[in-house]
Nanobody, 124 residues
């Protein structure tokens, strides 16, 4: 059973937009902090954005600040990543993850469960 499922990835041209979704199936989604990370090929995971369980706090990587927005709808058990003004360097597999502390955390090791990822490709 898939616990976190990302969707919304695809191919887009430079300057375009995509909205990623991450649907959760767990009963405690509203208590979890949620994060988005990305990975290029076999490189390390890079933090992108995170949001607290209460939806009152968000944090972003400097590389996406002002272009990406993380949000959540606890009634739908879904977290979103709106990506605008996309650049070629945003090309990666994007993963959502949950942390049971309920906070907006930035490190891979602080997350307890991960989705399977969705590919985003930005071409010039």
């Amino acid at each position: 059973q898939v616990h976190l499922r990302e969707s919304g990835g695809g191919s887009v041209q430079v300057g375009g937009s995509l909205r990623l979704s991450c649907a959760a199936s767990g009963r405690s989604f509203s208590t979890y902090g949620m994060g988005w990370f990305r990975q290029v090929e076999d490189k390390e995971f890079e933090f992108v954005a995170a949001i607290r369980a209460s939806d009152t706090g968000t944090i972003y990587a400097d590389s996406v600040k002002g272009r990406f927005t993380v949000s959540r709808d606890n009634s739908k058990k879904t977290v979103y990543l709106q990506m605008n003004n996309l650049k070629p360097e945003d090309t990666a597999v994007y993963y959502c993850a949950e942390n049971w502390a309920g906070l907006a955390k930035t490190r891979v090791e602080e997350y307890n469960y991960w989705g399977q990822g969705t590919q985003v490709t930005v071409s010039s």
